[in-house]
């Protein structure tokens, strides 16, 4: 896809990349997961989707534990591969190439302070903005894309990131290392004015005050505690960089139409939302914005001028046919050559057909998150009896039979058994959970009714399929133990995320935490923490506080897998929520459709993909 030169180059780079554990101090390497000592640096033209799965219902994200303390890496590219990979890429944008993407969600924003993840935009979004680093879940690697590299200090609370030079915004501006720090202090100082993106936790951790920009390529990092996977923060939106200049024009545009309801921060993201011109101007990455409807479709086109060579796919259309469902009957019908699945129905049926897929589990992919009182509200979910009873109503293989024909992945725990960081510490903690117990459920609901509550609770969830018949379930087995319960179904754009991010008005909630490889201890942080400003639910205790900060510090898995037992061990103490499943999620793609990468969590970027003849 790039120039002869310019892929002799990043081989040769591939080689010179030192890849940076425990302390490693070479400005030269590529910063990783501090569980792989030395990884290899993946081919940085075309990162292959994962094989098609051979069968197995649910395989991990990483080989299930041999007791080895650290997974292999895979073996170091030797180059052989490499002529044949140049011979499927391109020169040029390919007159008439075209992904037809089927998403799980639409997305409202193209602001990535505005987008909410993998699901609902990221996809979309990290195709425009680009991303400072990609991450291989294979290896657990985090390496440079905007980034040139990223090096910690030996107790992961400093990290030196280097840009690469040469690039430019599409309105001319050259992209300088104090636009990062910029960016990142949107999602810090948006916290709690409408806010979609959960980051604003996890980029509270960084010590701004501190964090220096010695010169235009140079960011170094001081952070408020150690953070050893620090890194897969730059590969999620935070990591996508917004022009500071666009913004602060914008900003100061926006202050006369200001009011105490809507701040011009807002004003700032709602026109972003609808603005073509403004994104493209104010982004680098391999795509344009053409057309948006937010929450209805998404046209992308190639940019003509992209740092990293021409872009071999001309356009990218995301639409929602309206499920994972749906999504699979398209692709199969050839209406779309890629398409975001998320239900083990469908995998099962995908896996079957011999579609290529790129996916991974999800750890708390599905649960139902407790309101404990969001902006002081006087709530019933703050009386732990009350997330007892909930705990004791549900029988999660009635919601796996009801609603996923008994192919969904339950389990009680933060970490499903055969994922890389469960362990049977972490199980034994989580098995001390309340368990199935109608009886037990409808005392503790009648304990509570007798000091004046009137037994109602607000279940707000998502309609895409099989939305409704987890509601349908649940609201069965709450309603059998005493409770009288309302549910809110509706799109999760227009509903699920208004409802449980922007107005806070829900008791129950249908969500998910998806901790990934990429993602596991910014999404506990972001959801967890008492001081966070992605705390969902308002839960907070100094246990789980601590817990949290054991996590940061872990450098390898065997200290992970301690410390997210700990997390668990808090968990089934306090019930901040229900987790009922590991969910696996991913894309579907066509066979001649090559090069995809992953940029963070399943967020796909297609700017060194093409589509082979």
Same mark, same amino acid.
């Given at each position: 896809?790039?120039?002869?030169?310019?892929?002799?180059?990043?081989?040769?780079?591939?080689?010179?990349?030192?890849?940076?554990?425990?302390?490693?101090?070479?400005?030269?390497?590529?910063?990783?997961?501090?569980?792989?000592?030395?990884?290899?640096?993946?081919?940085?033209?075309?990162? *292959?989707?994962?094989?098609?799965?051979?069968?197995?219902?649910?395989? /991990?994200?990483?080989?299930?534990?041999?007791?080895?303390?650290?997974?292999?890496?895979?073996?170091?590219?030797?180059?052989?591969?490499?002529?044949?990979?140049?011979?499927?890429? =391109?020169?040029?944008?390919?007159?008439?190439?075209?992904?037809?993407? /089927?998403?799980?969600?639409?997305? *409202?924003?193209?602001?990535?302070?505005?987008?909410?993840?993998?699901?609902?935009?990221?996809?979309?979004?990290?195709?425009?903005?680009?991303?400072?680093?990609?991450?291989?879940?294979?290896?657990?690697?985090?390496?440079?894309?905007?980034?040139?590299?990223?090096?910690?200090?030996?107790?992961?609370?400093?990290?030196?990131?280097?840009?690469?030079?040469?690039?430019?915004?599409?309105?001319?501006?050259?992209?300088?290392?104090?636009?990062?720090?910029?960016?990142?202090?949107?999602?810090?100082?948006?916290? +709690?004015?409408?806010?979609?993106?959960?980051?604003?936790?996890?980029?509270?951790?960084?010590?701004?005050?501190?964090?220096?920009?010695?010169?235009?390529?140079?960011?170094?990092?001081?952070?408020?505690?150690?953070?050893?996977?620090?890194?897969?923060?730059?590969?999620?939106?935070?990591?996508?960089?917004?022009?500071?200049?666009?913004?602060?024009?914008?900003?100061?545009?926006?202050?006369?139409?200001?009011?105490?309801?809507?701040?011009?921060?807002?004003?700032?993201?709602?026109?972003?939302?609808?603005?073509?011109?403004?994104?493209?101007?104010?982004?680098?990455?391999?795509?344009?914005? /053409?057309?948006?409807?937010?929450? &209805?479709?998404?046209?992308?086109?190639?940019?003509?001028?992209?740092?990293?060579?021409?872009? =071999?796919?001309?356009?990218?259309?995301?639409?929602?046919?309206?499920?994972?469902?749906?999504?699979?009957?398209?692709?199969?019908? +050839?209406?779309?050559? @890629?398409?975001?699945?998320?239900?083990?129905?469908?995998?099962?049926?995908?896996?079957?057909?011999? @579609?290529?897929?790129?996916?991974?589990?999800?750890?708390?992919?599905?649960?139902?998150?407790?309101?404990?009182?969001?902006?002081? @509200?006087?709530?019933?979910?703050?009386?732990?009896?009350?997330?007892?009873?909930?705990?004791?109503?549900?029988?999660?293989?009635?919601?796996?039979?009801?609603?996923?024909?008994?192919?969904?992945?339950?389990?009680?725990?933060?970490?499903?058994?055969?994922?890389?960081?469960?362990?049977?510490?972490?199980?034994?903690?989580?098995?001390?959970?309340? *368990?199935?117990?109608?009886?037990?459920?409808?005392?503790?609901?009648?304990? &509570?009714?007798?000091?004046?509550?009137?037994?109602?609770?607000?279940?707000?969830?998502?309609?895409?399929?099989?939305?409704?018949?987890?509601?349908? @379930?649940?609201?069965?087995?709450?309603?059998?133990?005493?409770?009288?319960?309302? &549910?809110?179904?509706?799109?999760?754009?227009?509903?699920?995320?208004?409802?449980?991010?922007?107005?806070?008005?829900?008791?129950?909630?249908?969500?998910?935490?998806?901790?990934?490889?990429?993602?596991?201890?910014?999404?506990?942080?972001?959801?967890?923490?008492?001081?966070?400003?992605?705390?969902?639910?308002?839960?907070?205790?100094?246990?789980?506080?601590?817990?949290?900060?054991?996590?940061?510090?872990?450098?390898? &898995?065997?200290?992970?897998?301690?410390?997210?037992?700990?997390?668990?061990?808090?968990?089934?103490?306090?019930?901040?929520?229900?987790?009922?499943?590991?969910?696996?999620?991913?894309?579907?793609?066509?066979?001649?459709?090559?090069?995809?990468?992953?940029?963070? *969590?399943?967020?796909?970027?297609?700017?060194?993909?093409?589509?082979?003849?």
């Amino acid at each position: 896809m790039r120039s002869w030169l310019f892929r002799l180059l990043a081989l040769l780079m591939v080689f010179g990349l030192v890849a940076a554990a425990c302390g490693n101090d070479d400005d030269d390497g590529v910063t990783t997961g501090p569980d792989e000592p030395a990884p290899a640096q993946p081919d940085d033209d075309e990162p *292959a989707p994962a094989p098609a799965d051979d069968g197995d219902d649910e395989p /991990a994200p990483a080989p299930a534990d041999d007791g080895d303390d650290e997974p292999a890496p895979a073996p170091a590219d030797d180059g052989d591969e490499a002529p044949e990979e140049m011979m499927g890429a =391109c020169e040029a944008t390919v007159p008439g190439t075209k992904i037809d993407y /089927a998403v799980f969600s639409p997305n *409202a924003n193209m602001d990535p302070t505005g987008s909410s993840g993998a699901l609902v935009g990221g996809t979309q979004i990290v195709n425009v903005w680009d991303v400072l680093m990609t991450f291989d879940p294979a290896s657990g690697v985090s390496n440079g894309q905007a980034a040139e590299s990223l090096t910690p200090n030996d107790d992961f609370t400093e990290w030196t990131l280097k840009i690469r030079s040469g690039i430019t915004y599409g309105n001319g501006d050259a992209f300088v290392a104090q636009d990062v720090v910029d960016s990142m202090l949107r999602f810090f100082d948006s916290r +709690g004015d409408g806010m979609n993106n959960r980051a604003a936790g996890s980029v509270g951790l960084i010590d701004f005050d501190n964090t220096e920009v010695p010169d235009d390529s140079t960011v170094i990092f001081r952070l408020h505690r150690g953070w050893s996977t620090f890194h897969t923060l730059l590969g999620d939106e935070p990591g996508m960089i917004v022009n500071p200049r666009i913004i602060a024009q914008l900003l100061e545009e926006e202050e006369a139409n200001a009011t105490e309801e809507t701040s011009a921060a807002r004003l700032v993201r709602n026109r972003m939302a609808v603005t073509p011109e403004l994104v493209n101007a104010a982004s680098f990455g391999p795509y344009e914005v /053409a057309e948006v409807e937010p929450n &209805v479709r998404t046209v992308l086109r190639a940019r003509d001028n992209y740092w990293g060579g021409p872009v =071999c796919i001309e356009e990218i259309e995301f639409t929602f046919p309206g499920s994972s469902t749906a999504n699979w009957e398209a692709f199969q019908a +050839g209406d779309f050559n @890629a398409a975001f699945l998320r239900d083990p129905r469908v995998f099962a049926d995908a896996r079957e057909a011999g @579609a290529v897929l790129s996916s991974e589990d999800q750890n708390i992919g599905g649960l139902f998150l407790f309101n404990q009182g969001v902006r002081g @509200a006087d709530v019933i979910g703050k009386d732990i009896r009350i997330r007892r009873a909930i705990h004791h109503a549900i029988n999660r293989d009635i919601i796996n039979e009801r609603a996923f024909e008994g192919k969904l992945k339950t389990t009680n725990a933060i970490a499903a058994e055969g994922t890389l960081l469960w362990s049977p510490e972490l199980q034994e903690c989580a098995d001390q959970e309340p *368990a199935y117990d109608p009886d037990a459920a409808e005392a503790l609901v009648e304990e &509570v009714k007798a000091e004046g509550w009137d037994g109602s609770l607000l279940l707000v969830h998502a309609d895409t399929d099989p939305g409704p018949e987890i509601a349908q @379930a649940v609201e069965g087995m709450l309603e059998a133990a005493g409770f009288e319960v309302e &549910v809110d179904l509706g799109p999760v754009t227009t509903v699920l995320i208004p409802r449980v991010i922007i107005q806070a008005d829900y008791e129950m909630a249908g969500w998910g935490f998806n901790a990934d490889g990429a993602t596991w201890v910014a999404s506990l942080n972001d959801n967890l923490l008492s001081t966070s400003g992605s705390n969902r639910m308002a839960f907070g205790h100094p246990d789980m506080d601590a817990a949290l900060g054991e996590l940061y510090g872990a450098a390898n &898995v065997d200290d992970q897998r301690a410390a997210l037992a700990g997390v668990q061990c808090v968990w089934k103490d306090h019930l901040p929520a229900m987790v009922y499943s590991v969910t696996e999620e991913g894309l579907a793609l066509a066979p001649n459709v090559k090069g995809v990468q992953r940029a963070g *969590a399943t967020i796909f970027l297609f700017g060194n993909a093409y589509i082979e003849n």
